[in-house]
């Protein structure tokens, strides 16, 4: 069975620092996997998407992953944090018709 | 392009009435779509996998009689909360699947629907 958790359910950073988001998962075969995020009372959106072309991923707003097969990991990260990053990030497993979405992490920004 | 819209963004109805979501995959064909229940400050939990032309897959644990998917053509699918109580107060997203040529499970998300039951 597939499964995903994120540590911390909570990040804070300030404006311009480093930003990281772990993200672990278990699955039987090769997974898909996703970060996506959200803003308050809104859908998700598609940050980046791993698809085993590449194990470094550059997705938008200067988000990039990391696949790491043998840590079972893909964690988010992005050099400088910017106010606008503040929001809800999940990561999420998929293979074939499901997707399973981790337990989200907030990300505040501190000015 | 891969764009999805879900109408109302938001409905408040009264205890023991029914309400019906659409989600719709504007510029794409949706072969599959999925319901997501999303509770505040929670994640996603799926609730079914509908099929363009066949019955929904639920799963385990949701009402199948209570949450009622159509998916009628290839770019609209309902979901319908029938006789709806304050527990079913929540956040419901859809998403659609675009099949590409090769496996790909990239899912675009709808804004989603706020429902309150009063």
């Known amino acids: 069975a597939q499964s995903v958790t994120q540590l911390g359910s909570h990040v804070s950073v300030s404006e311009g620092a480093l930003v990281l988001l772990r993200c672990n998962y278990s699955?039987?075969?090769?997974?898909?996997l996703f970060w996506y995020v959200q803003y308050p009372n809104q859908g998700l959106q598609l940050l980046l998407k791993?698809?085993?072309?590449?194990?470094l991923v550059k997705g938008i707003n200067g988000f990039e992953a990391e696949f790491k097969k043998s840590e079972t990991s893909f964690h988010l990260t992005k050099p400088s944090a910017h106010m606008s990053d503040a929001a809800e990030y999940f990561c999420a497993v998929s293979l074939y018709d499901k997707v399973i979405f981790g337990p989200g992490t907030s990300l505040s920004v501190i000015p | 392009g891969a764009v999805v819209s879900q109408h109302p963004s938001w409905v408040i109805c009264k205890s023991g009435t029914s309400v019906k979501i659409e989600c719709r995959s504007l510029?794409?064909?949706?072969?599959?779509m999925f319901w997501y229940r999303q509770f505040p400050k929670q994640s996603l939990m799926l609730m079914a996998t509908?099929?363009?032309?066949?019955?929904?897959?639920?799963e385990q644990g949701v009402e199948k009689d209570k949450f009622l998917i159509n998916h009628a053509s290839l770019t609209l699918s309902t979901l319908t909360v029938t006789s709806a109580h304050p527990e079913d107060s929540s956040f419901y997203i859809c998403?659609?699947?675009?099949?590409?040529?090769?496996?790909?499970?990239?899912?675009?998300f709808g804004p989603g629907t706020r429902l309150t039951v009063l």
């Open positions: 998403s659609a699947r675009e099949r590409l040529a090769g496996w790909t499970d990239t899912q675009y």
């Open positions: 791993y698809t085993s072309a590449a194990t």
């Open positions: 510029d794409f064909q949706a072969t599959t």
């Open positions: 699955s039987s075969v090769p997974p898909y």
């Open positions: 509908s099929n363009e032309g066949s019955k929904a897959t639920y």
